[in-house]
Nanobody, 121 residues
Framework: QVQLVESGGGLVQAGGSLRLSCAAS????????MGWSRQAPGKQRELVAT???????NYADSVKGRFTISRDNAKNTVNLQMNSLKPDDTAVYYC???????????????WGRGTQVTVSS
């Protein structure tokens, strides 16, 4: 079936940058929207950014102007460039793919296992 694998997480100092990547694998025919969510300890999961197959993007107010989401439809990958990182950005970041058409006639939504991002002060 479909699998999403994130990479690029790690430890970075405040003000630094990280680039997260996510690759969707499987017999995928198309993906409607891809995005990133995050969850910090003791907090609910929040949507960070999304991008449609047509390139329309949406960002949480907390990251607008600092994060940039992009995707390669042909490769079924999505990236999140994170600049000017703050300690409040510390969380597990999850990749998601919505409206995935795969196999012969199947469709569904999928999530990655997450990657840890830690921003030190």
């Amino acid at each position: 079936q479909v699998q999403l694998v994130e990479s690029g997480g790690g430890l970075v100092q405040a003000g630094g940058s990280l680039r997260l990547s996510c690759a969707a694998s499987g017999n995928i025919r198309s993906i409607n929207a891809m995005g990133w969510s995050r969850q910090a300890p003791g907090k609910q999961r929040e949507l960070v950014a999304t991008i449609t197959s047509g390139g329309t993007t949406n960002y949480a107010d907390s990251v607008k102007g600092r994060f940039t989401i992009s995707r390669d439809n042909a490769k079924n990958t999505v990236n999140l460039q994170m600049n000017s990182l703050k300690p409040d950005d510390t969380a597990v970041y999850y990749c998601k793919a919505d409206g995935v058409r795969f196999g012969i006639v199947s469709s569904g939504n999928f999530w990655g296992r997450g990657t840890q991002v830690t921003v030190s002060s």
